[in-house]
């Protein structure tokens, strides 16, 4: 059997169900940060936005948000890629195209779960 090294997980089963769950925390993410703005109204001072989110509690979220997005991002950035970068739709070109994107979106990606867990964590 032949297995694939470029998805993110071993089925499409898992990667379906990481979307769905990735996507529930980043809806959860979205509600909480903007209940706390309607709350807070006009009069937020950077304090109070800086205290909020040093917050334990904030600081997992963010990181579960983070997370979230990184795995969302690249499980569809994987499908996106495998559909469309193919021999059949770019020519010859296709295999090296795909490869090439999908490693320039692992680093990005990566990149930016670093920044973000740096920035959250420092």
Do not use: C, K, P
């Not at 089925?11 to 980043?26: A, P, Y």
């Not at 499908?79 to 999908?102: I, K």
């Not at 990566?110 to 920044?115: C, P, S």
Request: aromatic letters at 16%; glycine letters at 10%; hydrophobic letters at 55%.
């Amino acid at each position: 059997m032949v297995g694939s090294v470029t998805n993110f997980s071993r089925s499409g089963l898992s990667d379906w169900l990481i979307q769905r769950v990735s996507g529930v925390i980043l809806l959860a993410y979205m509600l909480v940060v903007g209940f706390y703005l309607l709350v807070s109204g006009s009069d937020l001072t950077y304090a109070q936005w800086s205290g909020y989110f040093d917050s334990t509690f904030m600081r997992v979220f963010s990181t579960a948000a983070v997370l979230s997005i990184v795995a969302h991002a690249w499980i569809g950035l994987w499908s996106v890629s495998t559909d469309y970068l193919t021999e059949r739709m770019m020519g010859g070109r296709g295999t090296v195209l795909r490869l090439a994107f999908q490693a320039a979106s692992a680093v990005v990606l990566f990149t930016y779960l670093v920044w973000g867990i740096q920035i959250l964590w420092s």
